[in-house]
């Protein structure tokens, strides 16, 4: 039934099988050859008119041909291959061409690769013989996938890898100032051109870009796909096998593969040679180790990047000094973090750095926020979020909504340091690093505890304990189950509450945390 509605859609409505019986007993034949498959049917039909076996005479379709000269195709593909035989040479050329390109394409970009003028001749023929269609803005695309994908196999391989050639060069002239942008695309072109420098370049540009854009799964495709191809080929120019590992294992990083980053960074600061380019792997190190919460590891990581770095490197050497003072913050030492960062933010002075001096200006904060000076804490990250702002830095701002979030817990405005909690909490969950998501739903859960709002705090301690159980930053964890148990005593369960505050005390103990030691010690004095 539902074949019959098809035709009828395509003809137009069914014959009387006493008024045509010719008409009516091919139609019969379609729908059997068909066997229910509606893009079959329709070829199928299409194949019949292309072939002159039916034909519109007025209002209504005739049978010209008898069936016994026409040979049905016995498969899809068969039916899409017969049509495409049928057409003049330059349409069937310009399909085939157009399927090299991809399911959607703009006219210009086939004008390119064909070598044909603007309007592209014959494309308005193929849309109105459903090979292709225009869209709403104005770029054409096959009907159907299976159509291009039978136009692109009828092509000899020499001309698949000319006009992948041909299209990749095209893309280059097209979006000449988007290149990154489309850098997959023609990595792609490129790569099926046997263009393999041109591939390579342009398929670590599509990792970076990725990985820019928080799209870790895609990021980390590409950049394998790098890897491969400059081992099959290790001589090829462009990026060095040290920068495409290095990039590996910024990559891994947030997506808590830990192990393996240090390993490729590991050898990627053994391929490197320039100074500058070991402290930027030893950077990316320290940060792993940061997350791992090993803080003395991290601190001599980065010591040794800074002491790498020649002196005219003042960015880097500045970047390095910061996270030095972040690691110093993070074991108690709040007077030498204090100078470090100062330290940093003179080299960074005169110049436009605004990422990194961000960086300095929150850790900056951190430790005057630690020491009770919130007025100076406050300017100091408010300062670092404007640099973050500027730096279109998504993840440094969503830590100096967490951290001024902070300042207002502890000035009492907890209406604000609410609403800069969820706004941070929103920036991580774009970003999706299971990492960061923890800390802010320990921080809201935090805030909701001294507002005196338990059941909403118990929820997001939850979920953090959640992640946190699966991703294991042990510095994270102590401080949530220290949270979650502080929130539970508070609500009566002063036996778990104290199992969950014991339970972070012991990793906290572990890890040497000794900044947090005196809190959690009083809190659980007091449960008890």
């Excluded at 809201?444 to 338990?454: E, I, Q």
Aim: hydrophobic letters at 40%; proline letters at 3%.
């Amino acid at each position: 039934q539902d074949s019959q509605k098809l035709l009828a859609s395509l003809l137009g409505g069914m014959p009387e099988a006493a008024a045509a019986p010719a008409l009516a007993a091919l139609l019969r034949q379609v729908q059997d050859r068909a066997e229910g498959n509606p893009f079959y049917l329709k070829e199928l039909v299409f194949s019949l008119i292309d072939g002159g076996v039916l034909v519109r005479a007025q209002d209504s379709w005739q049978v010209q041909r008898p069936s016994s000269e026409f040979k049905m195709p016995s498969t899809i593909q068969g039916a899409v291959a017969s049509r495409l035989d049928r057409l003049p040479h330059y349409k069937r050329s310009l399909l085939q061409v157009a399927s090299v390109l991809g399911r959607t394409f703009s006219q210009p970009f086939l004008a390119k690769v064909a070598g044909t003028q603007l309007p592209v001749p014959g494309l308005d023929e193929l849309t109105k013989s459903n090979f292709l269609y225009q869209n709403s803005s104005g770029d054409y695309a096959f009907s159907q996938a299976l159509t291009q994908e039978v136009a692109y196999q009828s092509l000899l391989l020499s001309s698949r890898k000319e006009l992948h050639g041909r299209a990749g060069l095209a893309l280059e002239e097209l979006y000449a100032d988007h290149l990154d942008e489309n850098a997959h695309i023609l990595a792609h072109h490129f790569a099926l051109a046997e263009d393999y420098v041109r591939s390579l370049r342009y398929q670590v540009k599509a990792a970076q870009r990725a990985f820019d854009f928080f799209d870790l799964a895609t990021a980390k495709s590409a950049i394998e796909r790098s890897l491969a191809l400059i081992d099959q080929r290790p001589l090829l120019d462009g990026p060095q096998r040290w920068e495409i590992l290095y990039l590996k294992g910024l990559i891994l990083t947030p997506l808590n593969q830990f192990e393996e980053a240090h390993t490729v960074l590991d050898a990627a600061f053994e391929l490197s040679v320039e100074p500058q380019h070991q402290a930027k792997i030893l950077l990316a190190k320290g940060d792993i180790f940061e997350r791992q919460a090993n803080y003395p590891n991290a601190l001599d990581t980065y010591q040794h990047g800074y002491d790498l770095l020649p002196a005219e490197y003042l960015t880097e050497r500045a970047s390095l000094l910061a996270k030095v003072a972040y690691g110093k913050y993070r074991l108690g030492e709040q007077e030498a973090s204090q100078m470090l960062c100062h330290e940093a933010l003179a080299l960074l002075e005169g110049g436009t750095h605004p990422k990194e001096a961000g960086f300095a200006h929150s850790v900056l904060g951190l430790c005057l926020w630690r020491l009770g000076n919130l007025e100076q804490a406050l300017h100091h990250t408010q300062l670092a979020m404007q640099h973050r702002e500027a730096a279109k830095d998504l993840l440094g701002v969503a830590t100096s909504c967490n951290n001024i979030a902070s300042i207002y817990t502890d000035s009492g405005e907890t209406t604000l340091a609410e609403q800069y909690y969820l706004r941070g909490l929103q920036a991580y969950e774009r970003i999706g690093d299971g990492y960061f998501i923890s800390k802010a739903h320990n921080n809201l859960g935090d805030l909701l505890l001294a507002m005196g709002k338990l059941a909403e705090a118990e929820v997001h301690l939850r979920k953090a304990l959640e992640i946190q159980q699966r991703l294991q930053h042990k510095d994270i964890l102590a401080t949530i189950l220290f949270n979650l148990g502080n929130v539970l005593s508070y609500r009566g369960k002063h036996e778990e509450g104290l199992t969950f505050m014991r339970k972070g005390l012991s990793i906290f103990e572990s890890l040497d945390v000794r900044e947090v030691f005196p809190e959690v010690h009083r809190s659980i004095a007091l449960t008890c």
